[in-house]
Nanobody, 120 residues
Framework: VQLAESGGGLVQPGGSLRLSCAAS????????MGWYRQAPGKERELVAT???????NYADSVKGRFTISRDNAKNTVYLQMSSLKPEDTAVYYC???????????????WGHGTQVTVSS
């Protein structure tokens, strides 16, 4: 299973970015998908998650500014980020809780990360 993120980059404070993450490979079923981020010198932290039926969960620091969504037919998760702040600067990683066959368990698969830099 491979996860490929896209959409990162440099944006000014107050700006917006949309991250995408597409899962591919031997996929039987995907349960939860989501985004974490890691800033320099800090631990990786949860940003947002979404279940297969669309239930969402957000870190307090991004509530009201970020929106997570997914397209189950495309095995893709999105993160719309608005009103970005310098403290949102980090490498953003997506994950997918994936089952590769009917009899297997769900395991977490991760992307390689995409850099988001918020700076004037």
């Amino acid at each position: 299973v491979q996860l490929a993120e896209s959409g990162g980059g440099l944006v000014q404070p107050g700006g917006s970015l949309r991250l995408s993450c597409a899962a591919s490979g031997s996929i039987f079923s995907i349960n939860a998908m989501g985004w974490y981020r890691q800033a320099p010198g800090k631990e990786r932290e949860l940003v947002a998650t979404i279940t297969r039926i669309g239930r969402t969960n957000y870190a307090d620091s991004v509530k009201g500014r970020f929106t997570i969504s997914r397209d189950n037919a495309k095995n893709t998760v999105y993160l719309q980020m608005s009103s970005l702040k310098p403290e949102d600067t980090a490498v953003y990683y997506c994950y997918a809780e994936t089952k590769i066959s009917l009899g297997s368990r769900y395991d977490d698969y991760w992307g390689h990360g995409t850099q988001v830099t918020v700076s004037s």
